[in-house]
Nanobody, 128 residues
């Protein structure tokens, strides 16, 4: 199983980026996928998740209204559209996939331990 993340880069505050994560080797259609991020010197934190079959989405409060997670069934790919970016969004962004029944419980989608597969990360830098 491989998760290939892409789309990071350097953008000015207020700008937009769209991250992509293509999954190969299996689908996550029965469970879901998410995005986490890790800023320098900080813990990896949850950003967003999507329950693949029904499209339910979850976000950390700091990105609500600015970021949107979506998926493309045909391409087995999850996206993170990031608008109105702020310097504090600067981090390495990781996509992750879950094949755990724990993903069915809403409270678990925020936890790193719920995810079984991780991508390599893509760097997002937002300049002020």
């Amino acid at each position: 199983v491989q998760l290939q993340a892409s789309g990071g880069g350097l953008v000015q505050a207020g700008g937009s980026l769209r991250l992509s994560c293509a999954a190969s080797g299996r689908t996550f259609s029965n469970y879901g996928m998410g995005w986490f991020r890790q800023a320098p010197g900080k813990e990896r934190e949850f950003v967003a998740a999507i329950r693949w079959s029904v499209g339910s989405t979850y976000y950390v409060d700091s990105v609500k209204g600015r970021f949107t997670i979506s998926r493309d069934n045909a391409k087995n790919t999850v996206y993170l559209q990031m608008n109105s970016l702020k310097p504090e969004d600067t981090a390495v962004y990781y996509c992750a996939g879950s094949v755990s029944k724990a993903f069915y419980y809403s409270g678990n989608v925020y936890s790193r331990e719920t995810y079984d597969y991780w991508g390599q990360g893509t760097l997002v830098t937002v300049s002020s």
